[in-house]
């Protein structure tokens, strides 16, 4: 059997920790899911402590009420917590208060009888019943964490079930059993399952942050695909895990002339401009191409097991997607055409710097001999040979 003080201090003392270190995260981050899985963890603590009173004082109201209300503060501030996550949530708050209010109304009306325990286990059943449907729905990086927090959620709504049920029995059967010991079983369960999710919440919240922190430094704001940065890191890995026998190609587009269109449009018909040419690109290459703007006007795709024509024949599709369907700024149409440098990896380019460089060398090429064109060849010579021009 298990050794209930034990239990009860152990939740204790590692739900204040865990609380207080969401707080005071939540003093310097200003984010207001620390603050409420903070205050979860916290309410809990006070739930022990309330309770815990009642084998040295008789005040019921603080003993039981305050117990209780404490009990289903819990997992509303949970709710709340793992809500405010997902900054699109709003309205939680004011939802929270109410459902709280009523919680305390409701228990008064009861206070002091056998109904306020059953009253109370159902509801944080009920509670952690909807926590884990947004553990669940919630787009959480750390996926063995995450089911880890939701197995609890679920046998934590069991317990407090069975709990609820076997405090009903005797007012609704005729059975007179003493169901003391199974009681306290289930009060060591609740306190153990409420200490392993608070234990879970941080890495969950920091895999998270993590991730969230890692994407935006990674991707370009304006067009949403990676920035140099973000190819770097994907490419060093391709090109590490890649054996010589698949080829990997790179496209460098750089848009022409288009100085000029920031000069007659305007910079934010520029920006634009340079959303829909990324638009063009991200439609027309595969999810397994990887993407990025790795300038101002300057974009790279990188796509494996691609051989040279198949990316020369790719490169030349989105030049004349882009050169044949005018981009529509307000009443304005404006032709924007497009130069691209091509590269495959061989024996002689086999680290995606050297390729970078072909490509880059190509492309130079392209703006060099007259623009609106795609190079896959190099040569020794800068007026290149026919054969590696598309036009
Ligand atoms: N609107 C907008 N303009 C940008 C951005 N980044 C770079 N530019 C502009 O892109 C233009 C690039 O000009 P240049 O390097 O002279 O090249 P170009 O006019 O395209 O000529 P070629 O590349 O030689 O065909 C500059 O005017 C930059 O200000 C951006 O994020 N938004």
Partial sequence: MLHLPTVISLSFILNLIIGLYFVSIYQYKKQTSFLYLGLACVT????????????????????????????IAC?????????????????????????????????????????????VSLTVAGLFVY??????????IAKLQQRMLLLCLLLHALVMLIQGVLLL?????????????????TLSVHLMLATSAALLLPFLVFAN??????????????????????????ANTLFSKNNAEHPISI???DIDFFK?????????????????IAQHIAAL????????????????????????????????????????????YFDNTICLKISAGVACSNTHTSSFKSLLSAADKRLYIAKTTGRDKVIYESAQNPFISKKSVCT
């Avoid at 206070?111 to 059953?118: C, L």
Wanted: glycine share 4%; with cysteine; proline share 3%.
């Fill in 44 to 71: 809990f603590t006070f739930a022990i402590l309330c309770a815990s009173l009642r084998v040295i004082i008789a005040w019921p109201f603080i003993t039981h009420y305050f117990a209780s209300l404490f009990i």
């Fill in 260 to 276: 000029r269109v920031n000069d007659e449009y305007g910079h934010d018909a520029g920006d634009e401009a340079i959303k829909w």
């Fill in 169 to 185: 029995l005797p007012f609704v059967t005729a059975i007179n059993f003493n169901f003391t010991s199974v009681l306290q079983f």
């Fill in 75 to 119: 997992p509303l501030f949970l709710i709340m917590g793992l809500k405010a996550l997902n900054p699109l949530n709003k309205g939680t708050c004011r939802q929270v208060s109410s459902l709280l209010i009523v919680a305390a109304v409701f228990l008064l009306a009861v206070y002091n009888t056998a109904a306020e325990q059953i009253l």
């Fill in 131 to 140: 926590a884990s449907y947004i553990v669940l729905n919630a787009r959480f």
């Fill in 209 to 234: 942050t993590e991730h969230t922190l890692n994407s935006l430094a990674n991707r370009d704001p304006l067009t949403q695909l990676l920035n140099k940065r973000g190819l770097n890191a994907i």
């Fill in 251 to 253: 496209i460098m587009v």
């Fill in 285 to 328: 290459f595969s999810k397994s191409a990887v993407t990025a703007r790795v300038g101002g006007e300057e974009f790279a795709i990188l796509l494996s097991h691609c051989t040279l024509n198949e990316a020369q024949s790719a490169a030349n599709t989105l030049r004349k997607n882009i050169k044949n369907k005018p981009f529509s």
